[in-house]
């Protein structure tokens, strides 16, 4: 019985074990595209609250990875939606809930709760959507309210004292990121 040597494409004398065993990892997105597991960059979602933008993503960048601000990034005649789409192929999002905006419950309208910006519970939702809720880490800076389809997950308080960074050194690095726990100090 002859043997197609078309079929068996190991017969060819080339060793495939390296390539199966050491491939870069691939996962795909909700758009359909492919998204790099060993991928470096934080995608950083933010308000209007510049400090704690600036501080969250050098801290990021401390630690080795690359930190990805939407504002940041080339317009390139495209609209926001389609900027986000193009620019989150990351690894994982931190999102700062930051006192940018005041809201009530239209039943007790003088009961004005600090809430984060619109734009960052949307891209809140999008992230988590795109990446999962493990890859996705929300830091919140005082009594920002949290919104009650996110209320159980874990998020950091961003505390004076800094120990928000080792907190969020740890969730990247237990998401599989490859980073230095030395540098969060």
């Known amino acids: 019985m002859?043997?197609?040597r078309r079929l068996l494409p190991l017969s060819s004398g080339k060793d495939y074990t390296h390539e199966l065993l050491f491939k870069?990892?691939?996962v795909t997105n909700t758009v359909g595209n492919v998204v790099s597991e060993n991928s470096n960059n934080v995608f950083i979602v933010h308000g209007h609250n510049e400090q704690t933008k600036e501080s969250s993503a050098r801290f990021v960048e401390k630690l080795g990875l690359n930190a990805v601000i939407l504002h940041?990034?080339?317009?390139?005649g495209k609209t926001i939606i389609e900027k986000l789409e193009k620019h989150t192929d990351a690894a994982y999002a931190v999102?700062?809930?930051t006192p940018d905006d005041a809201g009530s419950s239209?039943?007790?309208p003088e009961d004005l709760q600090p809430r984060a910006r619109q734009n960052v519970l949307v891209e809140l939702g999008y992230m988590?959507?795109?990446l999962g809720r493990d890859r996705v880490c929300v830091l919140r800076k005082d009594n920002v309210e949290i919104p009650s389809d996110f209320l159980g997950v874990v998020y950091i308080d961003i505390d004076s004292a800094g120990a928000w960074?080792?907190?969020?050194?740890k969730e990247l690095k237990v998401s599989g990121l490859k980073i230095d726990l030395n540098q969060a100090m």
């Open 24 to 26: 870069e990892q691939e």
């Open 72 to 76: 940041e990034q080339p317009n390139e």
């Open 165 to 169: 960074r080792l907190e969020l050194a």
């Open 128 to 130: 988590a959507a795109k």
């Open 95 to 97: 999102i700062l809930f």
């Open 106 to 108: 239209s039943s007790s």
């Open 2 to 4: 002859a043997t197609d």
